[in-house]
């Protein structure tokens, strides 16, 4: 079943709500009436009954027999209006005075024990409807029963009247309080529909629209700008992967046109044994740098799809970066540039992932070889600052003018294109640097001046573990240059 919409909905509840308030209002007033009119009725009937008492007082004659007493009442009431519809009898049960429309209609004498105060009934006479009160008086030391009433057919035509004007308005009241509902919900959602109409007509050919700004104040207004917000977030989102799927194939297709020439060449003309090893050679170089490529580019579509996600542990920093540290010497030095290291002779703890951090000191530490040329130095600190490990890698390279200082961290940027392409550089190192450090909520930083050379510097928040030594012996760092001694560095 098709679920109503928010207006309609909106105007069935006011409806409901209406009804129920008039619903309450009428028959509350309805009430107070009723009680108000019988209270009118019931205090000229207690004033009734004290005229009959005082009446009985002034009787005061000794020994009045009963028929004298009910010759005097009849004197008294017969012609009276307020003896209409009385009647009265003593404890023994002895009529004083009975209306005659009383004993037309047969009412009965209510026992004396049940009427020790008045007690006020509605009764049909005929087909009229009457008051009654009933009520024991004690008058000089005798006991009598008093019954009198009045015609209650105005408070009964007052009552329907009421109640006819209350079923009579009832529908008007609730006609308009759902139309006044129906139109203020229209009213209150109507920018909510044209947000709908906006919304549903963006798409990827138009993520730069909007949906109207509204300035109301309000929950609506919140919400279109929490759209538009989205919105911008999504175009973002959206125009980077668009940029990345660009990027990528741009970056793909100079390695795979470089292996079709060569293979193209190779196969032009009929050729000798050690030719054909060299062209496949090429192939191979590239084939691989495009194998390095599709690997970052995997790596860097995992880290904005949230896939890649990293195994952070308590690491001791100074041990990990040792054992890089020993790992890429020989290869520095195998391209005849100094290898220094300088590392914290401490347990220097951090949340890491072990594999990561490697990954990030191996991107900074290829940067530094491959733009620096030789003789010149690579180097890799370690050491404890505040709250932080700060680790360092430092060359004395060509490095970095200041403009491009600001963008390097971008993905696919290259500070000199062709340099870098030469150096089998894909302009994608430092961006997947830049992640590995945020994921440990660290920073990274550059600094460096043209043919003075470049420092990365990173820094990771220390874990205060038990593991981690006072921070006077954390921050004592060794230099572990070529020709210093292996150890105590780790
Ligand atoms: P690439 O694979 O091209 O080196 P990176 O993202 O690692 O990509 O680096 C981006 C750019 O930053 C490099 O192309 C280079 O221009 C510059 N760069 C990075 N490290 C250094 C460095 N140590 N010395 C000089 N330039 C550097």
Known sequence: MRKLSIGSRLTLWYLAIFTAAELFFGVGMWLVLRQDLYGIADDALTAQVEDVASF????????????????????????????????????????????????????????????????????????????????????????????????ADQIIATLSRFRRYLLMLAPLVLFAAASGGYWLSRKALRPVDAITRTARSIGGGNLGDRVEKLTTGDELQRLSDTLNEMLKRIEGAFLRVTQFTADASHELRTPISLIRTEAEIALRKSRGNEEYREALRHVLL?????????????????????????????????????????????????????????????????????RAIQRLLAILLDNAVKYTPPPGVVELRLEGRDDKAVITVRDSGIGIIEQDQARIFERFYRADKARSRALGGDGIGLAIADWIVQQHRGSIAVQSSIGNGSSFVVELPLQPAPAVLDLAQANTLLDCSVNAPEKPCI
Request: aromatic share 6%; net charge negative.
């Open 56 to 151: 009985l007082k002034s009787q005061k004659k000794k020994n009045m027999t009963v028929d004298k007493l009910r010759e005097e009442a009849s004197e008294a009431y017969v012609l009276e209006h307020s003896g209409d519809f009385l009647q009265i009898y003593d404890a023994d049960g002895n009529w004083l005075f009975r209306a005659s429309s009383l004993v037309q209609n047969q009412v009965e004498a209510l026992t004396p024990a049940a009427t020790k105060r008045p007690s006020f009934t509605n009764i049909q006479l005929g087909s009229k409807p009457f008051r009654f009160v009933t009520q024991r008086i004690e008058v000089n030391g005798r006991a009598y029963t008093v019954q009198t009433g009045v015609p």
């Open 286 to 354: 590239e084939a691989e740098k495009t194998s390095t490529l599709v690997e970052e580019l995997l790596t860097l579509a995992r880290t904005d799809s949230g896939r890649e996600s990293l195994h952070l542990t308590l690491l001791d920093l100074c041990s990990a970066i040792g054992e890089t540290a020993n790992e890429w010497r020989q290869l520095v030095e195998s391209r005849n540039l100094q290898f220094r290291q300088a590392i914290a002779n401490s347990d220097l703890a951090v949340l890491a992932d072990r």
